[in-house]
C-alpha cells in the first residue's frame, strides 16, 4: 500500500491515555465521524450489494470482531500491523475479493477510533508519546484506502457505499469489543432519555 500504516503506536502509553478516552471513541457509534473516500473515480451511480459476490455485512461484522478482539487483547499497534499484512497478503489477488475488503474495515475502524481519542488529547501529548496527530492518520488511512480501491478500480459510489456498511455494521461490533463500559454507558444514558417525558 501506499502509505504505511503507524506502527510506531506504543502499546503501554497508548492504554494508559484511551482509558480516559473511551467515552470520547463511543460516541463515534452515534456522532459518525470520519470523511468520504476518495477513489479518484467520479462515477455518481449508487452502489449495491449485488457488486459483491459475498455477504458484505456479515464480513464486516466479522472483521469487526476479529479486529477488536485483537485491538483489546493487544492494543493498537497489534491491530496495525494486522492490518499492514492483511492488505500485503490480499493486494496480491488478482480480482477484488471479500478478504480485501476486510482489510479496508478494519484500517478504518482502527484509524476512524483513533482519530476520535487522538483528538482529545493535546498535541503535546501526542508529541511526547511519539504517535502520529489525528490529521496524519486521517492522511494516511485516505491514502491507503484510496489506493487499495483503485488497485482494483472501484468505483466511488461503491467504496462510499462500502464505507456506508462499516459505519452502520462494522463500528457498533468493534467498539461494543474495544470500549464495552463506555458503550453500555451510553446505551444506558439513551435509555434513560427516550423514557423522560417530553
Known amino acids: 500500500m501506499s502509505s504505511r500504516l503507524p506502527i510506531a503506536l506504543r502499546r503501554s502509553s497508548l492504554k ?12 463515534l457509534a452515534v456522532a459518525g465521524a470520519g470523511g468520504a473516500w476518495a477513489t479518484g473515480e467520479t462515477t455518481g451511480a449508487g452502489a449495491s450489494n449485488a457488486e459483491a459476490a459475498w455477504d458484505q455485512v456479515a464480513s464486516i461484522r466479522g472483521a469487526a470482531e476479529r479486529l477488536g478482539r485483537l485491538h483489546r487483547a493487544r492494543g493498537a499497534k497489534a491491530a496495525y500491523e494486522l492490518i499492514e499484512n492483511c492488505y500485503k497478503t490480499h493486494s496480491l489477488a488478482s480480482s477484488y475479493g471479500e478478504g480485501f ?37 486521517a492522511d494516511s488511512m485516505g491514502q ?13 459510489a461503491y467504496a462510499d457505499n462500502v464505507k456506508k456498511l462499516v459505519d452502520q455494521h462494522g463500528l457498533p461490533v468493534f467498539l461494543a469489543i474495544v470500549f464495552p463500559e463506555a458503550v453500555r454507558d451510553l446505551r444506558d444514558r439513551e435509555a434513560k432519555e427516550k423514557k423522560q417525558p417530553q
Open 144 to 156: 491507503r484506502v484510496a489506493a487499495a480501491f483503485g488497485q482494483y478500480s472501484k468505483s466511488q
Open 16 to 27: 494508559r491515555h484511551v482509558a480516559g478516552a473511551a467515552a470520547a471513541a463511543a460516541v
Open 101 to 137: 475488503e476486510s482489510c479496508i474495515a478494519q484500517d478504518y475502524l482502527e484509524t476512524r477510533t483513533l482519530i476520535q481519542v487522538y483528538s482529545r488529547m493535546p498535541p503535546e501529548t501526542l508529541e511526547k508519546l511519539g504517535v502520529p496527530s489525528p490529521q496524519m492518520l
